[in-house]
């Protein structure tokens, strides 16, 4: 488990103990807890082996020792005892979107309701209205919200995914007789969500003795046959795990297949066939030759293309820009030379100016924007504006100390109901730049959303849109706003929008990013770190950058610290 799982485990004991009406210095203990193991600095099986995770502020000794048992296991006493004690729907119920715990536990006691299909009955009988504090429109939100959670069912966060895929991986890979091993599947293409795990094994010998290795994998409950030749793997915890078996000479084109998107492959088996090939189950063959197919270049370019990305690979026109030679030349990690969108704890963040410069010089960037949140953020811990020339202070004593790196005096300010952004006008203007959010009030319909959303972009000193559309994948569906509208006020008043890399937003929705640079929007990649072990945020705001086919020139921290100084500037002059 990393940090992530553990950290989820705790918060789902929270959630479960207050449910259940425990003591709430219990519950506050876990969240604090989760916080804490979210952005504990260092690796975790370090730290229990040097006994430093007990002296953690924020883990005590209960939950020390179920962060012991979930490092060693991978499962937790405490959380399973608790999910056989509560009705599973409950925890479904969670899920959606203006449903906390209290309010389940009130819709819970009140009307006994222990599923999701009993809470649409009581939206569409009208009891759940006629409870205290919800009503007519509530109940209809709910009502919305129960679709979204069922449509997401089976599904989880890429990240989440992408640690297991990781870890089963190096598994694989470990096998005797394996020569190589890959991800495939959404998860190589970078889709946001992904249900099972896909890998490509290159394999020694006959496929039926890799399955044999396979069954004896620690972990795996059941293997059974799967469509193309590939076997899935059932694990411990529900994940289900695709593995093609191939021989090393055969690994492009199982790759390939294995990749997707069907509408991508069979795009390319079309234009194949057009050029006088056949698409049979073992590879490309011409003629009496089954051609070349160990790695997927060769498979491309049987067809006469270059490769594709896998990002790009979704049945749309990559297939025409590739036989034209428009093919972008997609964004990279390289290509970065800020770090934007990090908290410290000014507000609702966990590491100091200091920690985030010496983090941010590992790395390599040339330089960081601190942005913590404004006042009018209820939920999070806020920079109030008595202390913003404290922390400017500090960040100049960080640049005289760290010359190397340059910390950028930055503010993640909302946008109020009616437009205005928070603080002062003063206040914001002592801010080297402001990234400018949505927090609070996501009921409006489009119209006063995109209203709202224009109006903040008329504001001198707003530099990025943050996290454009407010959504939570698998929790809240993301806001109703024009977006081309956005995108074209964006552009003319020269305000960049971001792609949040926080795992649950990766907002800007990739499907809308061309769209956004056709209409000449500049895209910041903001981190929205809350500690600096969140750092790796921003290769699945990569993800998504590349996914969207962007190109680095789009990229508002593909620039010099000065000429990033410069965009924000030239609106306030």
């Known amino acids: 488990m990393d940090k992530a799982d553990v950290a989820r485990v ?26 804490a193991i979210a952005t504990f600095p260092g690796d975790l099986q370090a730290a229990r082996a040097t006994g430093s995770l007990g002296v953690t502020k924020g883990i005590g000794p209960a939950t020390l020792s179920i962060v012991e048992e979930l490092l060693q296991t991978g499962r937790s006493r405490v959380l399973d005892e608790l999910e056989d004690q509560i009705p599973p729907g409950l925890t479904d119920m969670l899920r959606i979107s203006g449903l906390g715990v209290a309010r389940v536990r009130q819709i819970h006691e009140s009307l006994h309701v222990e599923s999701l299909a009993e809470l649409e009955a009581a939206v569409r009988d009208g009891s759940l209205a006629r409870l205290p504090r919800f009503g007519a429109r509530t109940a209809e939100k709910i009502l919305k919200g129960i679709a979204f959670v069922r449509q997401a069912g089976g599904k989880r966060l890429a990240h989440h995914a992408r640690a297991e895929a990781n870890a089963l991986a190096r598994v694989l890979a470990g096998l005797p007789g394996v020569r190589q091993v890959a991800i495939a599947g959404s998860l190589r293409r970078f889709i946001e969500l992904v249900r099972d795990l896909d890998f490509v094994v290159a394999a020694d010998g006959p496929a039926e003795a890799l399955h044999e290795r396979l069954r004896a994998l620690p972990g795996t409950i059941e293997v059974t046959p799967g469509a193309d030749g590939a076997v899935t793997l059932q694990l411990e915890g529900g994940t289900a795990a695709d593995v093609y078996p191939c021989p090393p000479e055969r690994f492009g084109w199982v790759l390939l297949r294995a990749t997707g998107s069907e509408a991508h492959v069979a795009a390319l088996a079309d234009r194949a066939r057009a050029g006088g090939l056949r698409w049979e189950p073992r590879g490309l063959v011409r003629g009496d030759d089954l051609l ?17 990305p896998p990002e790009l690979r979704e049945g749309t026109d990559e297939l025409a820009a590739a036989a034209a030679g428009r093919l972008p030349r997609l964004i990279e990690r390289g290509d970065l030379r800020g770090f934007l969108h990090c908290h410290t704890g000014y507000s609702d963040g966990t590491n100091t100016v200091d920690e985030w410069a010496a983090a941010g010089l590992e790395q390599g960037y040339g330089y960081l924007g601190i942005t913590d949140h404004s006042p009018a953020t209820a ?20 640049n005289r100390a760290r010359p190397e790196i340059r910390m950028l005096k930055g503010v993640e300010a909302d946008i109020l109901e009616d437009g205005s952004l928070d603080y002062p006008p003063a206040v914001r203007r002592s801010f080297e730049f402001v990234i400018a959010s949505v927090h609070t009030r996501y009921a409006m319909d489009a119209g006063q959303m995109t209203a709202r959303v224009l109006r903040a972009m008329d504001d001198p000193t707003m530099t990025i849109l943050g996290h454009p559309t407010g959504r939570l994948l698998l929790s809240r569906d993301p806001f109703p706003v024009d977006l081309d509208r956005v995108f074209a006020r964006a552009a003319e008043r020269a305000v960049a929008i971001e792609i949040n890399a ?30 600096t072990t969140q750092m790796d945020h921003v290769d699945l705001g990569l993800g998504i950058a590349r996914k969207g086919w962007l190109t680095a020139d789009r990229i508002l921290n593909t620039r010099t610290a000065d000429e990033f100084l410069a965009f924000a500037a030239r609106r306030r002059g």
Do not use: M
Request: glycine fraction near 6%; hydrophobic fraction near 45%.
């Open 10 to 35: 705790l918060g789902q004991i929270a959630a479960l103990l207050e449910l259940k009406g425990e003591n709430p210095f219990r519950v506050r203990a876990y969240q604090a807890a989760a916080r």
């Open 379 to 398: 939920f999070a811990e806020c920079l109030r504006p008595e202390d913003v020339a404290r922390q400017h202070a500090e960040i100049d004593a960080v």
């Open 502 to 531: 926080d795992p649950q937003r990766l907002d800007l929705d990739w499907r809308v990013l061309r769209r956004a640079a056709a209409a000449g929007v500049t895209i910041s990649i903001g981190a929205d770190a809350h500690g």
């Open 292 to 308: 070349p197919a160990q790695t997927e270049e060769e498979v491309y370019a049987a067809a006469g293309l270059p490769w594709i």
